[in-house]
């Protein structure tokens, strides 16, 4: 059945593209993380009505601008300037784009203080972890308490490697001794003895771990896997806080991976 139909709009682009930055002043790192979402006005009404897509300019490219664009600003931005940048490329490379919209939404990382200076290279995304208490109670019976928090999430630009681990033919992923380093941390912790004050606990016990994690606020403390580092930093807990009895500690990586491929001249970490 033929019926007049027409195309009365189209756009066509890119959501939730993940992107970190990390810009090195000697020894002071600075680290935001973006998620980008392009879209394109454009001269593509052939796509649609014919199939053709000449002079369209694929997802795949916006993605990889969304990359290269980060790399190229070269001073530490705000989310806006790059935004401009963004949308200034793609609007002055692919003739059939009229217009762009571009949006930029940063993740909430912080330097993080450790032994009261700010970390060169550590950054945490503090207060959003959701804090949790346990209680179980025998009719008769002291409580029995454990206490917890999950999603701390933790970062750092350096001090971080993963080699010597089995390299066979499922494996694609290289030795390094140089990488981002990023987890969710979930804690749950019991105790040993009665406890005066829950909050004091809590605090020095996101306090112990955060310092095993960052290490000293010029140096840092190089962390050969999250396997080790995660028992460092139960270790820490337990030895700075006489209460606490165990410590268990889920900390998932969160992937920072070098973007794009050899032809786009990105490997080195964005
Ligand atoms: O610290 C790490 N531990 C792993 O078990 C692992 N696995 C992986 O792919 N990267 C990493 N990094």
């Not at 003739?95 to 949006?103: D, F, M, S």
Request: charged residues 20%; aromatic residues 8%; hydrophobic residues 35%.
């Amino acid at each position: 059945m033929d019926v007049p139909v027409s195309l009365e709009h189209q756009v066509h682009g890119k959501e939730r593209v993940r992107v970190a930055r990390v810009w090195r002043e000697g020894t002071v790192h600075h680290f935001v993380e973006w998620m980008v979402g392009v879209v394109l006005e454009s001269d593509m009404e052939h796509a649609y009505l014919n199939g053709d897509n000449t002079g369209m300019t694929a997802t795949d490219t916006m993605k990889n601008t969304c990359y290269i664009v980060a790399k190229r600003m070269e001073q530490r931005c705000s989310p806006e300037e790059y935004a401009i940048a963004l949308a200034t490329h793609l609007v002055t490379t692919y003739p059939k784009v009229t217009g762009t919209k571009i949006t930029v939404q940063q993740s909430p990382w912080e330097r993080v203080c450790v032994q009261g200076e700010a970390h060169c290279h550590g950054f945490a995304q503090s207060g959003s972890e959701t804090r949790v208490a346990e209680v179980y109670l025998a009719d008769g019976r002291k409580p029995v308490v454990c206490s917890g928090f999950s999603g701390h999430k933790v970062l750092k630009t350096t001090q971080s490697g993963y080699e010597g681990y089995i390299h066979d033919q499922y494996t694609s992923l290289p030795d390094t001794r140089e990488r981002m380093v990023a987890t969710s941390v979930d804690a749950k912790w019991s105790y040993c003895a009665d406890v005066q004050d829950y909050d004091a606990v809590y605090k020095r016990m996101l306090t112990s771990l955060d310092e095993a994690f960052f290490g000293a606020p010029r140096k840092g403390v190089y962390s050969p896997s999250v396997q080790f580092t995660l028992f460092e930093m139960g270790k820490r807990a337990i030895a700075s806080i006489a209460e606490v009895q165990t410590v268990t500690l889920t900390m998932p990586n969160i992937h920072f991976l070098p973007g794009g491929n050899d032809k786009l001249g990105l490997k080195e970490t964005l």
